[in-house]
């Protein structure tokens, strides 16, 4: 069974502060997923990764993969309050054929304050 | 592009009744998902469709749950009998999948709330 761990969960910062959010899975997987939630909304993409030493940067997001670790990371630099939100990591099953459904990570409930 | 489109957003109805979810996914999408949204459990895949086919039921909690894609372009997700465990946020998802392989994102709709009383 394919499971993903993120951490923290909960998260307090400050404005201008850097963090990272990690995320590990249990199986091998090339292919990991960054989503946003605000709350009461949907779910937003920010990143796709979809190889090992992947990177990719929106704004003051960064995320990573590392595929022999089973580890990716989502950078916050210089956090600012638009970005307090809930933030989920996901990895397909690979099925090797078509589209595969995603495992979700718990969230990490992301609060930066003034 | 209008994007995923889900229907109804809010149902409140009564243990026992039969719930009918609506999706309508990105046009030339051809993957198509179906998850669930609990504080207790997360989201949880419940089934998924490639080209109309279901793939993966394996997330279906019962057999009180049943889903279909008569077409491209419609999924519908049935509980029939309801209970008040089933209250949820429901999602429904679509991505696009090159025959050659390969991944793309999953665009989610806006979710249908369901209450069970």
């Known amino acids: 069974e394919l499971k993903v761990e993120q951490n923290p969960l909960f998260l307090s910062m400050q404005e201008e502060k850097n963090y990272t959010i990690y995320c590990n899975y249990s199986?091998?997987?090339?292919?990991l997923y960054w989503y946003r939630q605000d709350p009461g909304k949907s779910l937003e993409s920010l990143f796709v990764?979809?190889?090992?030493?992947a990177v990719k940067q929106e704004g003051r997001l960064m995320a990573s993969l590392d595929t022999k670790a089973r580890l990716s990371t989502l950078h916050i630099t210089a956090a600012v309050h638009d970005l307090s939100a809930t933030y989920f990591c996901?990895?397909?099953?690979?099925?090797?054929?078509?589209?595969?459904?995603?495992?979700f990570g718990k969230g990490t409930h992301l609060i930066i304050q003034p | 592009d209008a994007g995923v489109i889900q229907s109804p957003r809010h149902e409140v109805t009564e243990m026992g009744q039969e719930v009918t979810l609506r999706c309508k996914p990105i046009?030339?999408?051809?993957?198509l998902f179906w998850y669930r949204q609990t504080m207790m459990r997360g989201l949880e895949l419940l089934i998924y469709?490639?080209?109309?086919?279901?793939?993966?039921d394996s997330g279906m909690p019962e057999d009180r749950f049943s889903a279909k894609m008569p077409n491209a372009s419609f999924s519908t997700l049935k509980i029939q009998p309801s209970e008040p465990r089933d209250s949820a946020v429901y999602f429904c998802?679509?991505?696009?999948?090159?025959?050659?392989?390969?991944?793309?994102?999953?665009?989610f709709g806006p979710g249908t709330r369901l209450l069970v009383l």
């Open positions: 998802a679509s991505s696009f999948s090159p025959a050659s392989g390969g991944r793309e994102t999953q665009y």
């Open positions: 199986t091998t997987s090339d292919r």
């Open positions: 990764l979809l190889s090992n030493g």
């Open positions: 996901a990895v397909d099953s690979f099925s090797g054929g078509g589209a595969d459904g995603l495992t």
């Open positions: 046009s030339g999408h051809n993957s």
């Open positions: 469709f490639n080209n109309n086919v279901p793939i993966d």
